[in-house]
């Protein structure tokens, strides 16, 4: 989702990042940006006279620019164009790129130094300097982009001498080291014409180049053959284009038109399975899908409520029926990848969730002295897994007596005006996503601290001791003490209930059998990755 609207993260709110149209994937919210249904080309061989990759996104990207770029299209294509300090190797492992080396870390977590390698350049032949890289870093806030918010615990940025960038931050960021996986941007040439640089003339340091690009139709990349890193992608051109509707992506990737496709839906798995010229990759993403409860106003602010609901459904259930197996089930607020990473206990916090029970639920219900005729009101957005969940607790509470449950469906617009604003008229429950955070601090603050309350945070949870253990967690740079923090704050969100975890989304593609070496990344925005720390993207003739 769209990182203005609470500001975090790669990608936020899962949806409005990129998700499948009617379908559905915001960090939040799926929409604005409907590509057309074209369907990509037929050639192989660019302009070059080389191979080209033809890619099939979701939507339309909107910019190329990295300061302003937001949502997963336009990063996918920035990723082609752009280098960063630092990139992913497998999952939210971070290595050197731009950057020479782990930067020097000082002052109790609150000063980062970073070297540059020497004789790298944009596609201009400019050197990347550390004046460009404090620009970029700088830039965001300064004109209040969508990213702006990424870095608002930088105090200040200095230039140590041409290739030496020192941070100073206002406080210990335990994440801040992902905040360094940032592209630098030429400051002389975006500064001349950002709307250009933005649009049709961004000039990066990755290994492709940008050609051209006609929104709703297609992005055209070229391989930069001066690129300073290795290894050079072997594909000599890329077209990216986008095509919402999934049946038609499907389609093209079965006549030929796209050798890459993204996002399998679970009633289409089967589908591409049938394919005998292709084939699923998929990888586990860093998605946090969640029914949420209004917390602020209404029945469900009560924690019993919370919990006859939880008794009352089987998310096990519902998840197996309408989103395996294009994702699996959670029972945390944190994708797999985090919970290994940081060995959490996600043994123990797979107890709490409670299994199916009415009679139980019937009982919390009647303590909490709601009322058979209440109206409740779920709202999900335009997406059929979600909705699905909304329409399973609205069949439990129907089984409970209560006459008045419904689930409106809204489009992303509506959806975005009502989901947090606590007004039990509004809501009393919503299903909504975040995603590819790196760290747990962009899943746990921006869900569930109460300075989020009414942006990204349409819970209003209450709870003074995980307030404090959040705002302790993020601020210090011990791993170990964090590790700790997030533990109890986790386990006490859990029992209080103010979210029932749901599903995590693979990020699935439909994949010809000639592209070899393709490997889908746990990071939405990196994918498809050409080439890189895990090797190269070739076609078969």
């Not at 770029?69 to 164009?81: K, R, T, Y």
Request: hydrophobic share 30%.
């Amino acid at each position: 989702m769209l990182q203005g609207i609470g500001a975090a993260g790669i990608t936020g709110l899962a949806g409005c990042a990129g998700g499948d149209g009617g379908e559905g994937t915001a960090a939040g919210t799926e929409t604005s940006t409907e590509g057309s249904e074209s369907t990509g080309t037929e050639a192989t061989t660019g302009e070059a006279g080389g191979q080209t990759l033809n890619f099939a996104q979701t939507k339309s990207p909107l910019d190329f620019d990295p300061m302003k770029a937001n949502d997963i299209p336009s990063l996918q294509v920035v990723e082609q164009l752009f280098d960063g300090l630092y990139t992913y190797e497998e999952g939210t492992t971070l290595t050197p790129q731009l950057a020479d080396g782990e930067p020097e870390v000082s002052k109790g977590g609150t000063r980062y130094v970073v070297s540059l390698k020497d004789g790298v350049t944009f596609h201009n032949g400019d050197p990347i300097t550390a004046e460009d890289v404090k620009y970029s870093f700088l830039a965001p806030a300064r004109e209040e982009t969508e990213n702006g918010s990424e870095f608002t615990m930088i105090d200040s940025v200095t230039t140590v001498d041409e290739t030496t960038v020192q941070f100073d931050l206002k406080y210990p960021f335990g994440p801040f080291r992902h905040k360094l996986a940032w592209y630098p941007v030429p400051k002389s040439v975006r500064e001349g014409d950002k709307k250009a640089f933005n649009t049709s003339d961004p000039v990066g340091s990755g290994p492709y180049e940008f050609v051209e690009w006609q929104e709703g139709s297609y992005v055209r990349m070229q391989r930069y053959d001066d690129y300073w890193g290795e290894p050079l992608p072997e594909i000599e051109s890329l077209e990216f284009t986008p095509i919402t509707e999934p049946t038609t992506r499907i389609t093209t990737l079965r006549n030929g038109e796209n050798q890459i496709i993204q996002t399998v839906p679970p009633k289409l798995y089967s589908t591409v399975e049938g394919i005998s010229e292709a084939n699923i990759a998929e990888r586990g993403g860093l998605g946090y899908y969640y029914l949420s409860f209004n917390c602020n106003e209404g029945p469900t602010a009560d924690k019993k409520v919370r919990e006859a609901i939880d008794y009352a459904i089987s998310m096990d259930q519902a998840v197996s029926n309408y989103v395996e197996p294009a994702g699996v089930r959670m029972t945390s607020p944190l994708p797999q990848s985090l919970i290994d990473s940081w060995g959490f206990p996600d043994e123990e916090w797979a107890q709490i969730p409670h299994d199916q029970d009415q009679t139980k639920a019937e009982q919390l219900m009647e303590e909490a002295g709601v009322d058979k005729d209440y109206d409740w009101t779920i709202i999900v957005p335009p997406d059929d897994k979600r909705e699905q969940i909304g329409i399973t607790v609205s069949n439990a509470l129907n089984s409970m007596g209560f006459s008045n449950a419904s689930v409106q469906r809204l489009d992303w617009g509506a959806f975005l005006d009502k989901y947090a604003t606590g007004n039990e008229d509004d809501y009393n429950m919503y299903t909504l996503g975040w995603v590819d955070e790196v760290d747990p601090d962009g899943y746990l603050y921006y869900m569930f601290h109460e300075s989020e309350a009414g942006s990204t945070n349409g819970c209003y949870y209450e709870n003074d001791e995980v307030m404090t253990q959040l705002d302790q967690a993020r601020e210090s740079p011990d791993r170990e003490e964090r590790k700790r923090l997030y533990t109890d704050a986790i386990t006490t969100i859990l029992e209080d209930r103010p979210h029932l975890p749901a599903y995590n989304l693979k990020n699935s593609f439909g994949v010809r059998n000639e592209v070899k070496g393709f490997r889908p990344h746990t990071i939405s925005g990196i994918n498809p990755r050409m080439a890189g720390p895990l090797g190269t993207v070739t076609l078969d003739e």
